[in-house]
């Protein structure tokens, strides 16, 4: 069950992507999303207009894993049981990924945060840091189009049948993590289900 949320009404400084004073005015944006929705794709489109770093959750994970870090042997054993990444263990290496010298000026975070939990969480963490996240991108395609290119694209070792059930149980978590972002007026809602430029242009446009 996913844990309690802190609302905290948000500043009115900071409504629609703004800062108050002291903030940085570099861009952070969350690509969210269902597999399948593009959010790779739209990441590195945006991360080479902005000039920003594209961070994958994913090459996060592996690159810690590589360097044989603390965190990252505690992932690799996480892994080697069959266990999922806890929050707590995939947070701690949000941070350290987000505090790296590239990052400094911003960033496109893929794929994180995927509860309201861990997106409370990455904002008392962007607190700290006098920043927050710009605006959450939420690629909106109908369920039928996520299986299809879900499929598509599948290895051979994937299992269709257990795609379909991530697909399909998407909303039990994004749901209120969408709700979250919009409460604080920082989310925005983008058509995925058309060509990659034409993805692009709507988000550039939401947030000019």
Same mark, same amino acid.
């Given at each position: ?8 009404? &948000? ?9 108050? +004073? %002291?903030? $940085?005015? @570099?861009?952070? /944006?969350? !690509? ?37 870090? &603390? ?9 080697? +049981? %069959?266990? $999922?990444? @806890?929050?707590? /263990?995939? !947070? ?32 008392f963490f962007l ?44 909303a039990e978590t ?35």
């Amino acid at each position: 069950m996913e844990k309690a949320i802190r609302l905290r009404k &948000p500043r009115l400084g900071l409504l629609r992507g703004g800062y108050e +004073k %002291g903030y $940085l005015s @570099s861009m952070r /944006l969350l !690509i969210l999303g269902g597999p399948g929705s593009g959010k790779g794709t739209q990441s590195q489109k945006l991360s080479e207009h902005f000039g920003i770093p594209w961070i994958s959750t994913g090459d996060t994970l592996r690159a810690e894993i590589a360097a044989d870090s &603390p965190l990252g042997q505690q992932v690799s054993e996480t892994l080697a +049981k %069959g266990e $999922l990444v @806890s929050d707590k /263990l995939m !947070i701690a290496l949000i941070k350290e990924r987000l505090q790296q010298p590239d990052a400094a000026k911003g960033w496109i975070l893929d794929g994180y945060p995927r509860t309201a939990f861990q997106a409370e969480e990455l904002d008392f963490f962007l607190d700290t840091l006098n920043t927050q996240v710009n605006y959450a991108i939420w690629l909106e395609l109908p369920a039928h189009a996520l299986i299809e290119r879900s499929e598509n694209r599948a290895a051979i070792d994937d299992n269709p049948e257990a795609l379909r059930r991530r697909i399909e149980t998407l909303a039990e978590t994004t749901i209120p993590m969408l709700e979250y972002y919009d409460y604080r007026q920082r989310l925005l809602r983008i058509d995925g289900n058309q060509p990659p430029d034409d993805v692009k242009r709507e988000i550039l446009g939401g947030i000019s």
